[in-house]
C-alpha cells in the first residue's frame, strides 16, 4: 500500500520545514520536548516551529554564532536579517530558510501578530548591548519580548480555530505572559554563572555581575511565585488538549523554582541547577492523572 502523497509540493516543503523545526527541539529542550508530546499533532508542530525560530535567534546572540567568529556587529546583521526574513515570510508563506518557513506557516494559519514577532526580536538585539547589566524598566522590556511575547504566541496556537470572549481572552493573555515570565526569570537564575562568566551579563535589577545576596535570591524566588500562581490560574480554562502540556511546563518549571529557593545564594553563582530525569517522568505521570480528574493545583 502507498502512502498517501501530499496534496502539493508546497504541503511536502511545509512538512519537511517542521520536522527540522521538530529536530531543533529535540536537540536543545528534552524539558520542552517532554510537555509538547501531550500536545495533538498539529499543535505540538506549531509550538515546535514557534520554539525552532526563538532557539535559532537565541542561539545568534548566545554564544553559537560568537564561537563561528562573528562579532558583536556580523551576530546583529544575521539577527536582523532573521527578523526581516520571518516578517517577509509572514507576508508571502515561503522563506528558503526552513526554520523560518515553518514558523511563518504557524504564525499565518494561527493569527501570531507582528507585534509580538518584532518584541521578541527587540529584546534578542538587547542582548548584543555591551550594557551587563539592565534597570527595571530594561529588564521589564526585556522580559515581555523574550517571553512574554513568545507565551502569547504559544497561546494564539492554543486558540485556533476557537472562538473565545473578550473577557476570557483577556485573563488568558494575563496567564500566558506570566507563565512566559515565569520561565525566563528561572532561567536567569539558573543560568546566572554563566550568563555572568560566559557572556559578562546579569539580567536582574538589584544584582551585578558574579554577585547575588540570599535577600535578592529570596525576591527573585518571590516574584517567579507569583508568576506562577497567575498562570496556574487560567490554566484549566485552556482548551483541553493545551491543559496538559501547559501544566506539565508549569509543573516542571515549579520544581525548578523549589530547588533554586533551596540553593544557597553562593552556590548558585557556582553551580547550574537542574530537575533530574526521573523527577520530570513523576511530574509527568502526575500531571497526566491530575488533569485528567479535573483537579486543580
Known amino acids: 500500500m502507498h502512502p498517501p502523497q501530499p496534496s502539493s509540493d508546497l504541503d ?23 510537555a509538547t508530546r501531550l500536545l495533538p499533532g498539529q499543535q505540538r508542530a506549531d509550538i515546535r516551529s514557534v520554539y525552532a525560530l526563538v532557539r535559532v535567534a537565541d542561539e545568534i546572540v548566545d554564544g553559537t554564532a560568537e564561537e563561528a567568529g562573528l562579532g558583536p556587529g556580523s551576530r546583529r546583521g544575521v539577527l536582523d536579517a532573521l527578523e526581516q526574513e520571518t516578517l517577509t515570510a509572514l507576508g508571502s508563506g515561503f522563506s528558503a530558510n526552513l526554520i523560518v518557513h515553518a514558523f511563518a506557516t504557524t504564525a499565518r494559519r494561527t493569527g501570531i501578530e507582528i507585534p509580538l514577532i518584532t518584541a521578541f526580536f527587540t529584546s534578542m538585539r538587547r542582548d548584543l548591548d555591551p550594557v551587563t547589566s539592565l534597570s527595571e524598566e530594561q529588564y521589564r522590556s526585556y522580559v515581555h519580548g523574550s517571553a512574554e511575547a513568545v507565551g ?57 555581575r558574579g554577585e547575588l545576596s540570599e535577600q535578592r535570591k529570596t525576591e527573585i524566588v518571590a516574584d517567579i511565585d507569583a508568576d506562577l500562581h497567575a498562570a496556574w490560574k487560567v490554566i484549566p480554562q485552556l482548551p483541553f488538549p493545551a491543559r496538559r502540556p501547559t501544566a506539565l ?31 520530570k ?14 483537579a486543580a493545583r
Open 281 to 294: 517522568i513523576r511530574l509527568l505521570a502526575s500531571t497526566v492523572l491530575t488533569v485528567r480528574s479535573g
Open 12 to 34: 511536502l516543503y511545509s512538512r519537511a520545514a517542521a520536522e527540522a523545526a521538530s529536530r531543533v527541539i529535540r536537540e536543545y529542550s528534552t524539558s520542552f520536548q517532554l
Open 152 to 208: 502569547l504566541m504559544c497561546l494564539r496556537v492554543f486558540l485556533q480555530e476557537q472562538h473565545t470572549a473578550e473577557e476570557d481572552l483577556a485573563e488568558l493573555e494575563n496567564g500566558a505572559r506570566r507563565l512566559g515570565a515565569a520561565f525566563q526569570k528561572i532561567n536567569f537564575l539558573r543560568d546566572i554563572a554563566e550568563d555572568a562568566e560566559h557572556l559578562g551579563r546579569c539580567y536582574f535589577p538589584g544584582a551585578s
Open 249 to 279: 511546563a508549569a509543573a516542571l518549571f515549579s520544581e525548578l523554582n523549589d530547588r533554586l529557593r533551596r540553593t544557597p545564594a553562593r552556590q548558585l553563582l557556582e553551580q547550574r541547577v537542574s530537575v533530574p530525569s526521573w523527577v
